[in-house]
Nanobody
Framework: QVQLVTSGGGLVQPGGSLRLSCTASGSIFSVNTMAWYRQAPEKQRELVATVTSSGNTNYADAVKGRFTISRDNAKNTAYLQMNSLKPEDTAAYYC?????????????????WGQGTQVTVSS
């Protein structure tokens, strides 16, 4: 059984910072691209940032220069450092990962979502 566990959300004032974490656990062989998405009320889920297993990153224009995605491959963990937060960053943030895992004698691949963590930016 593979799981993604997300943590680190909360309430922060505009201009503040938060760091989100996402850890994959289970019978994992490898974790490929990891990503953060967000979904604000009554809006579609949108991609925030991605990081490949080799460390290549990509960001949505709305967060470039403010957010940094990183990962620790030894811990199967991705991070999202969010600085200079704005009220429009308020959303539920979701981790996503492409994972190769073992089930008995089989090696399988699937895409997983973590549970959402709420980020609220408000004074």
């Amino acid at each position: 059984q593979v799981q993604l566990v997300t943590s680190g959300g909360g309430l922060v004032q505009p201009g503040g910072s938060l760091r989100l974490s996402c850890t994959a656990s289970g019978s994992i062989f490898s974790v490929n691209t990891m990503a953060w998405y967000r979904q604000a009320p009554e809006k579609q889920r949108e991609l925030v940032a991605t990081v490949t297993s080799s460390g290549n990153t990509n960001y949505a224009d709305a967060v470039k220069g403010r957010f940094t995605i990183s990962r620790d491959n030894a811990k199967n963990t991705a991070y999202l450092q969010m600085n200079s937060l704005k009220p429009e960053d308020t959303a539920a943030y979701y981790c996503n990962a492409d994972i190769i895992y073992d089930r008995g004698s089989r090696r399988l691949r699937n895409n997983y979502w973590g549970q959402g963590t709420q980020v609220t930016v408000s004074s």
